[in-house]
């Protein structure tokens, strides 16, 4: 849903704005219309965000998974009580 959605963002840029915390010349931009972050920071903050960019998207796309097995099991269950086989 579009709330989760925001929720999400809201989280990350959250996430980031820690990493980051008072880092000489470090900041960060987030287009959510894009669904890009621009980071700009020394190598080890970088790093440390790319981990936590590397495991939000390993966690999203097993939500996005789940998501898309449960709609399609919801679809083949309306399939099959819609189309009783009689004898």
Do not use: C
């Amino acid at each position: 849903s579009l709330e989760s959605t925001l929720k999400e963002w809201d989280e990350v840029e959250k996430a980031i704005s820690s990493i980051i915390g008072k880092a000489d010349n470090a900041d960060f931009t987030v287009s959510r219309s894009l669904g890009t972050i621009t980071v700009t920071a020394s190598p080890s903050v970088l790093a440390r965000v790319g981990e936590y960019i590397e495991k939000q998207n390993k966690r999203l796309s097993q939500l996005i998974t789940i998501d898309v097995k449960e709609a399609v099991q919801m679809i083949k269950e309306q399939y099959d009580s819609n189309f009783a086989v009689i004898h």
